[in-house]
């Protein structure tokens, strides 16, 4: 999930970061380390940090599962099913907001463990794969969603 080598590195291990463009690499600090503090997951998404409890919250959308990483690198499952959660964010309450591919959802989750469905439909027909989600500053949601053509 996350990788420890300086960015500068000539390392061609797979699982290295490995920019295809030098420009990339600019963007950063020489000093910058990648750290690896997670293994075994199939396909992550939605990184979303609670600063409160000093955990990172991320998807594992094939497993169906939204995990918890705590500052000393311990993982556990924050929820199962996740109904495929994708992007993950937190409004101004503090709620997580959730993108769900199983459910063609948006969801808020209180800290009690209540879940309210923000949007499952555009117009008549029903949401397909949100996928990202953000809030603004004035906590407008806004969240991106497949649309197929009929």
């Known amino acids: 999930m996350f990788y420890l080598q300086k960015w500068f590195g000539k390392h061609t ?20 380390l ?7 997951f199939q396909f992550t998404e939605g990184l979303v940090w609670i ?4 955990c990172l919250l991320f998807s594992d959308i094939p497993a169906n599962k939204i995990y918890k ?11 199962e099913p996740s109904h ?10 503090g709620c997580l907001i959730a993108c769900e591919h199983g459910s063609r959802r948006v969801t808020r989750t209180k800290p009690d463990g209540t879940v309210t469905v923000l949007s499952d439909r555009f117009g008549n027909q029903k949401l397909n794969s949100p996928n990202d989600v953000m809030v603004k500053s004035d906590g407008a949601i806004y969240f991106t969603a497949v649309r197929h053509s009929t």
Do not use: M, W
């Open 84 to 93: 495929h959660a994708n992007g993950l964010t937190r409004d101004r309450q």
């Open 69 to 79: 990483l705590n500052a000393a690198g311990q993982t556990a499952v924050f929820r």
């Open 13 to 32: 291990a797979r699982g290295y970061l490995q920019p295809k463009c030098q420009k990339f690499s600019c963007l950063f600090p020489k000093s910058v």
């Open 34 to 40: 990648i750290e690896q503090v997670a293994t075994g």
């Open 51 to 54: 600063v409160e409890d000093q």
